[in-house]
């Protein structure tokens, strides 16, 4: 008989840990809820470490911001233009189109 499994352990934020990368984004960006941010910002009170990060964070923010907007060079807007948008995958052998044989993926062959 299957023993049940059980979901793993809630993992909560302790003030000793180090903020993630992801977590100093959104701290920079106001997007951590309330508890969160208040949790953050406690830790950053204590971390000079993480406290460089959040400011490594707010200068690459605002040279975002500052930048001139982002063009594609004509020459590659035609040549993406120029991509078919379907294929039929009755053009394509199976195992260029990455279904292995007769469709099936497992049944790839290997190649030696």
């Not at 964070?57 to 605002?62: D, P």
């Not at 590659?76 to 995958?89: E, F, K, N, V």
């Amino acid at each position: 008989m299957a023993q049940p499994v059980s979901p793993p352990p809630v993992r909560r934020f302790g003030s000793t840990e180090h903020l993630a990368t992801e977590a100093v984004a959104a701290y920079v960006d106001g997007e951590l809820r309330m508890s969160a941010h208040l949790r953050a910002s406690a830790h950053l009170a204590a971390c000079p470490e993480c406290c460089a990060e959040v400011d490594a964070q707010r200068q690459a923010r605002s040279a975002l911001r500052q930048a001139d907007p982002v063009t594609m060079p004509a020459a590659l807007l035609g040549l993406l233009t120029d991509i078919p948008q379907h294929q039929s995958l009755d053009d394509v052998p199976p195992d260029s189109a990455g279904l292995g044989i007769h469709g099936r993926p497992w049944l790839r062959r290997r190649r030696h």
